[in-house]
Protein backbone atom coordinates (compact mmCIF):
# COMPACT_ATOMS: atom_id res chain seq x y z
CA UNK A 1 0.00 0.00 0.00
CA UNK A 2 1.24 3.65 -0.83
CA UNK A 3 1.61 6.44 1.22
CA UNK A 4 0.15 9.82 0.37
CA UNK A 5 1.46 13.02 1.57
CA UNK A 6 -0.60 15.78 2.31
CA UNK A 7 -0.16 19.22 2.82
CA UNK A 8 -2.52 20.17 5.57
CA UNK A 9 -1.25 24.09 5.62
CA UNK A 10 -2.26 26.35 2.88
CA UNK A 11 0.43 28.79 1.17
CA UNK A 12 0.95 31.01 3.20
CA UNK A 13 -0.47 34.57 2.40
CA UNK A 14 -0.50 38.06 3.36
CA UNK A 15 -3.37 40.15 2.79
CA UNK A 16 -4.33 44.38 3.48
CA UNK A 17 -4.88 47.66 2.25
CA UNK A 18 -3.01 48.19 -1.45
CA UNK A 19 -2.64 51.22 -3.83
CA UNK A 20 -1.49 51.72 -7.28
CA UNK A 21 1.59 53.68 -8.13
CA UNK A 22 0.39 54.63 -10.84
CA UNK A 23 -3.56 55.36 -11.18
CA UNK A 24 -3.63 56.00 -6.95
CA UNK A 25 -6.55 53.09 -6.74
CA UNK A 26 -6.65 51.47 -3.89
CA UNK A 27 -8.37 48.12 -2.84
CA UNK A 28 -7.87 45.61 -0.13
CA UNK A 29 -5.82 42.53 -1.26
CA UNK A 30 -5.02 38.77 -0.54
CA UNK A 31 -1.54 37.83 -2.26
CA UNK A 32 1.21 35.06 -1.48
CA UNK A 33 3.81 35.61 0.91
CA UNK A 34 7.08 36.86 -1.49
CA UNK A 35 4.81 38.72 -3.95
CA UNK A 36 6.35 41.99 -4.84
CA UNK A 37 4.19 43.73 -7.64
CA UNK A 38 0.04 43.44 -7.79
CA UNK A 39 -2.09 43.68 -10.59
CA UNK A 40 -4.26 46.84 -10.04
CA UNK A 41 -7.69 45.72 -10.23
CA UNK A 42 -8.64 49.32 -11.95
CA UNK A 43 -5.75 49.91 -14.34
CA UNK A 44 -4.69 46.15 -14.46
CA UNK A 45 -0.56 47.33 -14.57
CA UNK A 46 1.38 45.44 -12.07
CA UNK A 47 2.48 48.74 -10.15
CA UNK A 48 -0.06 47.48 -6.99
CA UNK A 49 1.80 47.53 -3.57
CA UNK A 50 1.24 46.72 -0.17
CA UNK A 51 0.26 50.39 1.80
CA UNK A 52 2.98 48.17 4.59
CA UNK A 53 3.38 48.52 8.38
CA UNK A 54 3.57 52.31 8.03
CA UNK A 55 1.12 55.15 6.10
CA UNK A 56 1.03 58.25 7.07
CA UNK A 57 -2.29 59.84 8.72
CA UNK A 58 -4.00 61.94 5.95
CA UNK A 59 -2.40 65.51 6.28
CA UNK A 60 0.88 64.23 7.62
CA UNK A 61 3.63 65.83 5.35
CA UNK A 62 5.22 63.00 3.39
CA UNK A 63 8.06 63.41 0.27
CA UNK A 64 6.07 63.24 -2.72
CA UNK A 65 7.99 62.95 -6.12
CA UNK A 66 7.21 64.53 -9.11
CA UNK A 67 5.38 62.24 -10.77
CA UNK A 68 3.01 61.97 -7.03
CA UNK A 69 4.30 58.96 -6.07
CA UNK A 70 5.09 58.83 -2.17
CA UNK A 71 6.67 55.18 -2.00
CA UNK A 72 10.45 55.00 -2.97
CA UNK A 73 13.47 53.01 -2.79
CA UNK A 74 15.64 53.91 0.29
CA UNK A 75 19.61 53.99 -0.75
CA UNK A 76 22.42 55.84 1.18
CA UNK A 77 23.03 58.59 -0.98
CA UNK A 78 19.40 59.30 -2.20
CA UNK A 79 15.81 57.60 -3.35
CA UNK A 80 14.65 55.42 -6.35
CA UNK A 81 11.00 56.21 -7.29
CA UNK A 82 9.47 53.30 -8.57
CA UNK A 83 6.45 54.59 -10.22
CA UNK A 84 8.57 57.20 -12.45
CA UNK A 85 12.14 55.34 -12.54
CA UNK A 86 13.57 59.07 -11.14
CA UNK A 87 16.52 59.03 -9.05
CA UNK A 88 16.70 61.79 -6.56
CA UNK A 89 20.20 62.79 -4.77
CA UNK A 90 20.11 63.67 -0.88
CA UNK A 91 21.68 67.34 -1.09
Known amino acids: ?6 SLRPDPHAQGPCVCLS ?11 GTDELECPACGLLKGVSKGLYYPDEGEPIRVCQCGNEFFLMRP ?5 PACGRYQRYE
Not at 1 to 6: A, C, D, H, P
Not at 23 to 33: F, I, K, L, S
Open 1 to 6: MSEKVV
Open 23 to 33: CRHEWRGVWPV
Open 77 to 81: DGHFC
